[in-house]
């Protein structure tokens, strides 16, 4: 199917052809039609599947009639974080080139002033986060009374993040005649509320299931020994992987993500990190970079990745499993994106069994292993490993001191990084130091 068919502008179908799109996404093509007609949405869908275009392409037809006014936004999108409020931001840029709409954004760590005055003179399209919107029509400075198209983006993750009380309060600001376009990942009972109350008649449209992966994507498990430092260098082998043209590296818990940035840096990896504590400047131009292809990987947290529009990631890899399986899901949906092949890898250590089975039972299907035997505990080495204690164990009890030789022995063989025989459970500090 081509865009052609969708009723839009020959505007749009020439920026389209710009941006090399050659046919619509499966959301594009349902929605597109409806919400030209003036429709409700429901969009179910997650980010990779073309969703942002799919409200961005006619709201800018839509908007080309009619003049602004000032203080009062013609429409409004919702987004829940900043970076994916300057992504739509450039939506607008890109596929409204042809077209004269205003836009202003108000999100955190970005500077008022120019914004105001934008508003001040009136905007078409206004991107917020709902706490920031809500103090400026707190303090007089936006009125929404005139919104005639309202977007609610990534809803799910909204309330994650505890916005949702404040998305209910901007609904219920909206004018009856509004037209809403609301998209989730998922449904949780707190969403189904919200769009029951709020949305007129919608045309639900479901793209992909929130447990299913795209089907470009191949998904590969590597199984390490339990400790970091041989976690590490097991991303380090898959880094080098021949065809990993780029990737993002996600950790659990921002301290991680700091360690593990720190510890590429040294092995001459060219990478970046992108965690919550750092400030909304340094994001964007890590970010930044990382699409110019100036840094290869970005290592990441959750919460700052989530909805990232990076279209040419080849690789994910999880250095830990997401402790909530639907992240797997937002994680490795960075890569394989619009049709194109994309590789997941995820390291998996005895520790994290439970959040493993938690992962299969929600995606209801084993992922496949890869096995590199350096980067694991082989079964005969974890049986010698039991016999050394053993044998360890009948010494000490005749002899409690170990001889220097033995001791120097162990420590050249953490050293060059082979498995280290007879330490029992324990791993001193100074062996898990990365090298
Ligand atoms: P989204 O789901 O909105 O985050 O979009 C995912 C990626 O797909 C973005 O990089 C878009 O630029 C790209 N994209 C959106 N629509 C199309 C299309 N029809 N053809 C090719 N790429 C697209």
């Known amino acids: 199917m081509s865009f052609e068919y969708l009723g839009l502008s020959d505007e749009i179908l020439s920026a389209l052809k710009d941006a090399g799109y050659s046919e619509p996404t499966p959301i594009q093509a349902k929605a597109i039609p ?26 800018i037809d839509i908007l080309s009639q009619g003049r602004a006014r000032a203080r009062m936004p013609r429409s409004l999108i919702l987004e829940p974080t900043r970076e994916l409020a300057a992504q739509v931001a450039e939506s607008f840029e890109k596929y409204g080139k042809n077209s004269k709409l205003t836009m202003a954004l108000l999100i955190g760590g970005v500077a008022f002033a120019d914004q105001e005055r ?33 977007v609610v983006d990534e809803a799910d993750r909204m309330l994650d993040m505890g916005f949702i009380p404040d998305v209910e309060r901007i609904c219920k600001l909206m004018p009856q005649t509004l037209q809403t376009l609301f998209f989730s990942a998922t449904m949780p009972k707190e969403i189904k509320q919200l769009t029951d109350q709020f949305l007129k ?23 390490v020994a339990a400790h970091d430092k041989v ?28 360690v593990v940035c720190k510890s590429l ?20 131009e890590i970010l930044s970079q990382f699409k110019g292809g100036e840094i290869q990987f970005l290592v990441a947290s959750d919460v700052a990745a989530r909805g990232l529009d990076i279209p040419s990631v080849s690789h994910v890899f999880n250095f830990d499993i997401p402790t909530n399986p639907e992240d797997y899901v937002h994680r490795i949906g960075r890569t394989g ?18 959040y493993l089975d938690a992962l299969i039972k929600f995606l209801g299907k084993e992922i496949e292993e890869e096995i590199y ?34 001791k120097s022995s162990r420590r050249d063989a953490a050293e060059k990084d082979e498995p280290v025989i007879g330490m029992g459970d324990h791993i001193p500090a100074f062996l898990l130091r990365d090298g």
């Open 118 to 150: 934008l508003l001040d003179r009136g905007v078409d399209v206004l991107i917020a986060t709902p706490g920031r919107l809500l103090d400026h029509v707190e303090r007089g400075r936006v009125m929404l009374t005139g919104t005639e198209v309202l």
């Open 231 to 258: 976690k590490r260098q097991a991303l380090r082998h898959l880094l080098r992987g021949e065809d990993v043209k780029n990737g993002i590296i996600f950790c659990n818990r921002k301290k991680e993500v700091k």
């Open 373 to 406: 035997p350096e980067f694991q505990n082989k079964p005969e080495e974890r049986k010698k490993t039991s016999a050394a204690r053993k044998e360890r164990k009948t010494r000490d009890d005749h002899s409690p001191r170990q001889s220097k030789k033995k």
């Open 337 to 354: 994106r619009a049709g194109k092949e994309g590789h997941a890898f995820t390291l998996s250590t005895p520790r994290d069994k439970k």
């Open 201 to 223: 008649n919608p045309k639900t449209i479901e793209v992909s299931p929130p447990s299913s992966t795209a089907s470009t994507i191949t998904q590969k498990l590597v199984p």
């Open 265 to 284: 840096k040294i092995h001459g990896f060219s990478v970046g990190e992108l965690h919550g504590d750092l400030p909304q400047e340094t994001r964007m």
């Open 34 to 59: 409806s919400i030209l007609q003036g429709r409700d949405i429901l969009g179910i869908a997650q980010t990779g599947t073309g969703k942002t275009a799919s409200f961005t392409l006619p709201m």
